[in-house]
């Protein structure tokens, strides 16, 4: 069982439990640093004031580079026109539909406020003031600025590296008109780039603001803008008038023509169908009526005379009795037969009675009814017969009726599609003519109209010389650069303040990992060195500050166990660099003064760096002593100045570990805590090697050193949680290296704070 196993075994529950509260909190700490979300006003504060100089130094800075440029820039005059857009007309005749009022909707005022805009109306103001000759708007012929110059490219970078980085045009051979051209369009976009013109609130009006660097010349081009744009109105409407005059006379010609045309079928297809018909549509309709009457008279008829014969026809198919049928009851013949009958029957009867059968007189008798029935018979049927010609007669008269009914139908239909087109091209020549009629008045009105044209605008409010310039506004200006710097410098702070990931504080380091710390060093300035030695500093100036900060540490180092004060004792670091080797040989010179037996040990066999430091020797080191080959006596060195014993260490790369695990550093710290009243280990950075994990464990009580702003947090916080995993019983961290001046500006609440304060409890020597 090798020595880190012994080391392990003789610690006790309490320190175990100690280790893992420790660990939890640390790793607590670090979560809730990740996730924390609150604003800490203090820290705020604490932050802008600490960092007070950069605020004042970009507010300086930017509030006079802004007055600076301000007061350069060149001031400029704003000229305003107001034209509102009226659109009640004094028409003294009605030509609405060819010149209408402009409507006072925001979609035709915003309309309005483009034409005011537009090249060509600007192209008129350029031609009519010879703006082409200014050189406000035409660069060409102004003259440049040295700034201009001076930033100009083509003095120092070739025009050909130029054109191909597309930083400037290529030349092109250009005629002297489209030069002129280009000139113009050149300076119609630079006047236009200096109008705004806008609509004044919900009202009809629009202002024309025109800004130039001379007062008289933004008034004037203002005004001359608005007057332009009401000859642009007038010129329009005299030029719309005139185009519909000329359409109107080419049209009326065509419509005369037409009217003539239409008017002239119309009375070529009335006689037409004139001729053809011999009558009207209306003589036809009513023959047709009567026909129409004529027919139905004559149906009744003949279905009055069907009834009779069907009657007749349907008596001498069932031998019914005849006498019942009306045509027979009506016949003056057939009732004489019918009395002669009577007779004869009632003589038949009386003979019956007297005679018998065969009575000749009965045979006459009964022969003279036969004859008498015989001859009704033939009667009827003779009937019978004039009711089938009657039928027959009613039957022709019907068919004639239909046929001549037919041939008028017929005759109608076509007058009446003859009239259908003549009705046609009497409403095609009354539509030409009233069409002809309208664009005629119309003409008439057009050309009474165009000596009475009004513009839809009227300018209300002329543009004024301006007496202030509008541009640029100084005060605000500086006003907006005294709130935009110290904005600028607070974002500044706050933006360094988050790339700041170090430490600069004990109560910073406490609450972010959970560890005390119980110490701070201040930084040895060159006012502070003078000729001193750093590594014998606290025994050459027991009486500073520095020295001071040490033997605090020495303090709260013995009262984090009273009982039982540590009597070895680590002190690592995260990383190379942050001062851990020197606060070793400073508290080991601390202890000596108060009349300890001090050891100091070097146990970095990586980089050692004691034996320089008191300038000893280190031929017979810790390595030869683990090695066994040398003895305690040989190896530990006593330096003469500061009082305290030495044991120094070699570089050992290869087989470190080994030798610091190894029984014999157990055994012989063992025999040096048995001569030493105090002994100091200083360890290699823990996150460098694991020497330091070996060592914390035999030590009592380890220091964990972090260099004041240089120490990143994240590299601190895996260190000692590391630390704190290995089951090292940490004493807490020290602050090394700590800028006094820099530091009292931070405002934090630690000791180190009232070290630049209170100087004069210490002394420089």
Request: aromatic share 8%.
């Given at each position: 069982m090798n020595s880190t196993t012994k080391v392990s075994s003789v610690m006790d529950n309490s320190?175990?439990?100690?280790?893992?509260?420790?660990?939890?909190?640390?790793?607590?700490?670090?979560?809730?640093?990740?996730?924390?979300?609150?604003?800490d006003l203090q820290e705020l504060l604490r932050t802008l004031w600490r960092r007070k100089s950069i605020i004042f130094s970009v507010f300086v800075t930017m509030t006079v580079l802004v007055t600076l440029i301000v007061f350069?820039?060149?001031?400029?005059?704003?000229?305003?026109?107001?034209?509102?857009?009226?659109?009640?007309?004094?028409?003294?005749v009605d030509i609405e539909s060819v010149m209408t009022g402009m409507s006072a909707e925001i979609s035709a005022l915003l309309s309005e406020v483009e034409v005011i805009h537009s090249s060509s109306l600007i192209r008129r103001v350029v031609e009519k003031l010879k703006l082409e000759q200014d050189p406000e708007f035409n660069v060409e012929i102004a003259k440049k600025s040295w700034m201009a110059s001076l930033l100009d490219p083509e003095n120092y970078v070739p025009r050909d590296v130029l054109v191909s980085l597309g930083l400037t045009e290529n030349e092109t051979l250009l005629s002297e008109d489209e030069l002129t051209e280009q000139t113009t369009n050149r300076v119609v976009k630079a006047v236009q780039a200096q109008l705004e013109v806008g609509i004044v609130g919900r009202s009809q009006v629009i202002a024309i603001n025109f800004t130039s660097t001379n007062a008289r010349k933004a008034s004037l081009i203002a005004?001359?803008?608005?007057?332009?744009?009401?000859?642009?109105q007038l010129e329009a409407k005299f030029e719309a008038t005139r185009r519909a005059t000329s359409w109107l006379n080419d049209r009326l010609g065509d419509l005369r023509e037409r009217v003539e045309t239409t008017e002239r079928a119309v009375e070529d297809y009335r006689e037409t169908i004139a001729a053809s018909s011999g009558q009207s549509s209306s003589m036809t309709q009513q023959q047709i009526s009567e026909l129409n009457s004529q027919l139905i008279l004559a149906q009744a008829d003949r279905a009055e005379a069907q009834a009779r014969l069907n009657q007749v026809q349907r008596l001498l198919s069932s031998s019914s009795d005849l006498a019942s049928a009306a045509e027979v009851l009506n016949s003056q013949l057939i009732q004489r037969l019918r009395d002669q009958e009577a007779e004869v029957l009632r003589k038949v009867s009386e003979l019956e009675s007297r005679y018998g059968d065969r009575h000749p007189q009965m045979i006459k008798a009964r022969a003279e009814l036969t004859d008498l029935r015989a001859s009704i018979e033939r009667e009827v049927r003779k009937i019978a017969q004039s009711l089938r010609n009657e039928m027959g007669v009613a039957d022709a008269r019907?068919?004639?009726?239909?046929?001549?009914?037919?041939?008028l139908e017929t005759k109608n239909s076509s007058q009446n599609q003859a009239e259908v087109r003549l009705r046609e091209l009497e409403r095609e020549a009354n539509a030409n003519r009233l069409l002809y009629e309208n664009f005629l008045n119309r003409f008439k009105e057009t050309n009474n109209q165009e000596d009475l044209q009004q513009a839809d605008a009227r300018i209300i409010a002329r543009a004024e010389v301006p007496v202030d310039p509008s541009a640029p506004k100084k005060k605000l200006i500086i006003a907006v650069a005294l709130v935009g710097s110290m904005f600028l410098g607070v974002v500044l702070v706050f933006v360094l303040e988050q790339l700041d990931?170090?430490?600069?504080?004990?109560?910073?380091?406490?609450?972010?990992?959970?560890?005390?710390?119980?110490?701070?060093?201040?930084?040895?300035t060159g006012t502070l060195l003078g000729r001193t030695d750093v590594g014998r500093y606290p025994t050459q100036k027991p009486g500073s500050a520095t020295t001071e900060s040490v033997r605090s540490l020495r303090t709260s180092l013995m009262l984090s166990n009273v009982d039982a004060p540590p009597k070895v004792v680590g002190i690592t670091s995260t990383v190379p660099s942050e001062g851990k080797s020197t606060l070793a040989a400073w508290l080991a010179q601390v202890a000596a003064t108060s009349g300890q037996r001090v050891l100091l040990v070097d146990c970095d066999l990586r980089r050692p760096t004691v034996h320089r430091t008191f300038g000893v020797s280190n031929e017979n080191s810790i390595v030869e002593l683990l090695a066994n080959e040398c003895s305690l006596?040989?190896?530990?060195?006593?330096?003469?100045?500061?009082?305290?014993?030495?044991?120094?260490?070699?570089?050992?790369?290869?087989?470190?570990?080994?030798?610091?695990?190894?029984?014999?550093?157990?055994?012989?710290l063992k025999a040096l805590r048995a001569h030493f009243d105090f002994i100091v280990l200083d360890a290699p950075p823990i996150l460098a090697v694991s020497d330091a994990k070996v060592i914390g464990l035999m030590a009592d009580k380890m220091l964990y050193v972090v260099k004041w702003d240089g120490t990143p947090r994240a590299l601190v916080q895996s260190g000692l949680k590391e630390t704190v995993e290995a089951g090292i019983d940490l004493a807490g961290t020290v602050l090394s290296?700590?800028?006094?001046?820099?530091?009292?500006?931070?405002?934090?609440?630690?000791?180190?704070?009232?070290?630049?304060?209170?100087?004069?409890y210490y002394s420089s020597k």
């Open positions: 320190a175990r439990e100690h280790n893992k509260s420790r660990l939890k909190s640390l790793t607590d700490r670090i979560s809730q640093q990740s996730n924390s979300d609150e604003i350069q820039i060149a001031p400029r005059y704003t000229a305003a026109t107001n034209v509102i857009i009226d659109g009640r007309k004094s028409n003294v005004n001359t803008i608005a007057d332009q744009y009401i000859v642009d019907v068919a004639t009726l239909r046929q001549s009914l037919g041939q990931n170090t430490f600069r504080g004990a109560e910073q380091i406490e609450q972010m990992t959970g560890i005390p710390a119980i110490g701070m060093v201040p930084l040895l006596d040989q190896a530990i060195k006593k330096d003469p100045e500061s009082g305290i014993y030495v044991l120094p260490a070699k570089n050992t790369q290869a087989n470190a570990l080994d030798l610091l695990s190894s029984s014999h550093m157990a055994e012989n290296q700590v800028n006094v001046k820099k530091h009292s500006k931070y405002g934090y609440g630690d000791y180190g704070y009232y070290y630049g304060r209170y100087k004069d």
